[in-house]
């Protein structure tokens, strides 16, 4: 037998390319391949019947190839097509389906007339043909007997390049046998009674899928473990550092609340005392404001940024687009200016300040990633804001925060994040929600159509802009693209100025300068623009109060907590707002996340049922990095596991605070690299 931790090329187990082959992918060690989980399991005791019409989901068939060529679509391309049909038979005869593989002339090599194989995919409807495109497939041998690969629950992996499928499923199987069984145990034990060893077989080849997901949760256990260490490790140390008393004094917030025309919400005020009690404490605040569109945020790091102010030190508030920080500055002056604050806007494209006839540095620095960089010279970096934070890295942040002596820090998100995610990736921060609207948000009216005719989407608008509102038309691209079948921005800008003959309509995309984009929004924001045609680039932040009416191009090709966001750039100055979702329908998928957003406008609702219709890979795929490398991703729904991970963490930390005592083991799962580097005065 050989250990866990060997390395593979020392050992006899396998071919030298092979094990090559694995060290390219990382797997270096025995452990690192029994730690390459399956991505999924095929119940090849069983397979599904060959389809008679195009579904929604994927199919597992088995069958025999009975035509196989090579065919050509366009100069120079070709596809390698494959007719599988289904032996055994039924009421009206052997199904039949196709595959296709377009610019993958190898394949021709693997498959070929009178093999037996085992096809995973999608079928869908193709000139009058089901077809399946680009599947998964395995071909099984004549002389197949009892076998790891048929007639059983099948591992399928994600590929390591240089290794077939079969053939790292037979090297999987080997470790199984050959691995010394103590020798895989884990730095900490989180399932007690429970063997390691039986549960890698488990999860590779079950005898049911149920003990395959009971198995996986164990390791599942294990990661959640790791990354709670590392939250509560964090927190712990932020904790250790002295940080500074501010918030004491008042005097510009009352000034501040005295100017404005209406009345905070609850949640607003809540917020703003949680975020003063810890102004107020000597250790430093690490606090996350989490709001749904249109929830006042704004206000609340205004507020946060004068006690930082009146406490005589600097507010720096850190914006993810150009376009979004000189919203902010614009914001920021006209509310703040009046009551002589000196604020200064700072990106990688513009610096400008307000050019108060006052003496002194800036009190509030507002800019993008230029604010990370050594020429910003802050004299006493007291308070650090930042928005939409999981478009940072966690080192980003630390860079910033590390330009200050121990600042105070307040984070904020406009992206509901389900409980479970929001335990996961910011646990180490305290949290408050604005879960109210303030007084003056209009209805949005969202409507779901999938053939709506463009004379009447022409109507609507015209109607629209002549009562004195204006107009969002977002598309998905910006130029257009051989493979993707959606409009860009570039062909539909055209289009619209003939639509609207009369009226200004503008062009908004990433490509361009971002003098031009600013010179366009001001233009739009003061009503010389009717109608914007545009990208996501306006997806958060804008704020134009006379937009009222967005119609979202191939909405499908959105993410639900896109589209939300999207949607939370109308209706913003009290006239009554309208969202359509124009879509193809040809997706029962797309139908079902569209339909969410015309049933409910709260953004925690919406987050939820992304979470539950994309799966936590894709959902974490759009927040900060790091934790969208989990392995195990589907379990990020089980709150009951997270929070188990989180008391294991507490009660280490707990026993044994620096890790340096009875649980030493666990050290090197702390990574420092995760952590803000503090310093001291």
């Known amino acids: 037998m050989i250990s866990a931790h060997a390395e593979l090329a020392s050992t006899p187990l396998l071919a030298p390319k092979e094990s090559a ?50 065919r050509h679509f366009g100069p120079g391309r070709k596809f390698y097509e494959a007719v599988v049909m289904d032996g055994s038979g039924g009421l009206f005869g052997s199904g039949k389906v196709t595959c296709r593989w377009f610019n993958m002339p190898f394949i021709q090599k693997l498959i070929a007339s009178g093999h037996e194989v085992v096809l995973y995919g999608k079928v869908k409807e193709a000139g009058g043909r089901l077809v399946i495109d680009h599947p998964e497939f395995e071909i099984i041998r004549d002389d197949e007997g009892p076998s790891i690969h048929v007639e059983r629950i099948v591992p399928i992996y994600r590929n390591v390049s240089g290794i077939a499928q079969r053939r790292l499923r037979e090297i999987v199987h080997l470790l199984l046998l050959q691995v010394d069984p103590a020798t895989l145990d884990w730095c900490h034990e989180v399932a007690p009674g429970s063997s390691r060893a039986e549960d890698f077989r488990k999860v590779h080849f079950p005898e049911s899928l149920e003990e395959s997901t009971h198995s996986k949760r164990r390791f599942a256990l294990e990661e959640f473990f790791s990354l709670q260490l590392n939250v509560v490790w964090r927190r712990a140390r932020h904790d250790d550092y002295p940080g500074r008393v501010q918030g004491v004094r008042t005097t510009l917030l009352k000034r501040f609340y005295e100017s404005l025309p209406f009345d905070l919400t609850g949640a607003q005020k809540r917020s703003i005392k949680e975020i003063i009690a810890d102004l107020r404490s000597p250790r430093a605040m690490n606090r996350l404001l989490q709001g749904d569109v249109g929830s006042g945020k704004t206000f609340v790091a205004m507020a946060s940024m004068l006690l930082a102010v009146d406490s005589g030190s600097q507010a720096a508030l850190m914006a993810p687009t150009q376009i979004l920080a000189e919203q902010h500055f614009l914001t ?50 007291g308070l650090v804001v930042i928005d939409e934070q999981h478009k940072f890295g966690v080192s980003q942040r630390g860079r910033l925060i590390d330009q200050g002596v121990m600042p105070d820090v307040l984070v904020m998100t406009a992206t509901p994040i389900p409980r ?12 408050s929600i604005l879960d109210e609207k303030p007084a003056g948000r209009a209805k949005i009216v969202t409507a779901l159509r999938t053939a709506a005719k463009q004379s009447d989407i022409n109507k609507f608008v015209k109607a629209q802009l002549d009562e004195g509102r204006q107009a969002y038309f977002v ?83 959105f993410g639900l907590a896109q589209l939300h966001q999207l949607r939370g750039r109308i209706g913003r100055g009290g006239h009554k707002g309208y969202c359509i979702l124009l879509t193809d329908g040809k997706s029962p998928e797309a139908m079902e996340k569209l339909k969410v957003l015309e049933q409910t406008s709260d953004g925690f609702e919406i987050a939820e049922a992304d979470l539950r219709l994309r799966g936590p890979g894709d959902v974490l795929g759009t927040m900060q990095s790091g934790a969208s490398e989990l392995r195990f991703v589907e379990f990020l729904s089980d709150i009951a596991l997270i929070r188990e991970a989180r008391a294991l963490a507490d009660q280490v930390l707990a026993e044994d605070p620096k890790l340096d005592s009875v649980h030493s083991r666990l050290a090197p799962l702390v990574q ?6 503090l310093r001291r005065d």
């Open 21 to 70: 082959a694995l060290a390219a992918a990382g797997l270096v060690t025995a452990e690192d391949v029994l730690q390459w989980f399956p991505k999924r399991h095929e119940d090849r005791r069983r397979f599904d019947a060959f389809p008679m019409q195009q579904g929604a989901h994927p199919v597992c068939l088995r069958g025999t190839v009975v035509d196989a060529s090579l």
């Open 332 to 381: 920021f002056k006209r509310w703040l200016e009046p009551l002589g604050v000196r604020i200064t806007l700072l990106t990688a494209a513009r610096e400008e300040s307000t050019h108060l006839p006052l003496d002194g540095e800036a009190q509030m620095v507002i800019g993008t990633h230029a604010l990370l960089h050594d020429r910003v010279a802050f004299q006493d970096l």
């Open 420 to 431: 479970t995610l929001t335990l996961t990736i910011y646990g180490d921060l305290d949290v």
């Open 475 to 557: 598309y998905p691209l910006v130029e257009e693209s051989e493979t993707l079948k959606a409009e860009s921005v570039m062909e539909a800008f055209p289009k619209w100025q003939k639509r609207l003959p009369g009226r200004e309509v503008g062009l908004l995309h990433g490509k361009i300068p971002p003098e031009e984009k600013e010179r366009v929004m001001q233009r739009f924001r003061e009503g010389e623009i009717a109608a914007l045609v545009s990208t996501t680039v306006i997806e958060v932040g804008v704020d134009v109060p006379n937009a009222s009416v967005m119609i979202l191009h191939h909405a499908e090709r």
């Open 672 to 677: 420092p690299g995760q952590e803000t580097e």
